[in-house]
């Protein structure tokens, strides 16, 4: 079983930047692809990018060029730094993590961190 528990979410003007950060519980957190994804008000959640256990990253089009996520396996954190953030970017941002060789579902996720982006 893995623990998520997101933080570094809050309000910030167009243009400016946020770290959010995904703090792990679990011996095996280093196995795990772990991904970030969103929810806005009214829509359905979306992806915004994921790290493997090897390092491979892979970043929604919206979010290309803005966002970095890296990983701590010492620490057993995930980190999404959020660049050039625009209004569109609002939603609540949830972690997630999904063991190796599963290429379904994300199998664990946290309560999630409001990121607010105002114009």
């Known amino acids: 079983q893995l623990q998520l528990v997101e933080s570094g979410g809050g309000l910030v003007q167009t243009g400016g930047s946020l770290r959010l950060s995904c703090a792990a519980s679990g011996r095996t957190f280093s196995s795990y692809t772990m991904a970030w994804f969103r929810q806005a008000p009214g829509k359905e959640r979306e992806f915004v990018a994921f790290?493997?256990?090897?390092?491979?990253?892979y970043y929604a089009e919206s979010v290309k060029g803005r966002f970095t996520i890296s990983r701590d396996n010492a620490k057993s954190t995930v980190d999404l730094q959020t660049n050039s953030l625009k209004p569109e970017d609002t939603a609540v941002y949830y972690c997630a993590a999904r063991s190796r060789g599963n290429t379904g579902n994300y199998e664990h996720w946290g309560q999630g961190t409001q990121v607010s982006v105002s114009s």
């Open positions: 790290i493997t256990w090897s390092g491979i990253r």
